[in-house]
Nanobody
């Protein structure tokens, strides 16, 4: 299993970034996927998850209304569109593979994570 994130970088407050995660080594369309992040000096935080088929999306309160998760099962791709970015969104963002079709907000229940991509929000 391999998960590789990209799309991070520097954004201004109020700006947008789109993260991507390419998956390989497993039947991507058979598993729920999520995005999480870890800010310096803080624990990991679950942000958003999407069911295996893509029909159900879930968000943490901290990003609801600002972030949007999507997946393309034909391309083995997971996305996170991040809008209205805030300085407190600065963190390393990673994608995670679920153990089944249903999303959970408990990161410990995900069995594989990518290395992450850094997002910095600053003026």
């Amino acid at each position: 299993v391999q998960l590789v994130e990209s799309g991070g970088g520097l954004a201004q407050p109020g700006g947008s970034l789109k993260l991507s995660c390419v998956a390989s080594g497993f039947p991507f369309g058979s598993y729920a996927m999520s995005w999480g992040r870890q800010a310096p000096g803080k624990g990991s935080e679950w942000l958003s998850g999407i069911s295996a088929g893509g029909g159900e999306q879930y968000y943490a309160d901290s990003v609801k209304g600002r972030f949007a998760i999507a997946r393309d099962n034909a391309k083995n791709m997971l996305y996170l569109q991040m809008n209205s970015l805030k300085p407190e969104d600065t963190a390393r963002y990673f994608c995670a593979k679920g153990r089944g079709v249903v999303v959970t907000s408990i990161l410990g229940q995900y069995d594989y994570w990518g290395q992450g991509t850094q997002v910095t929000v600053s003026s």
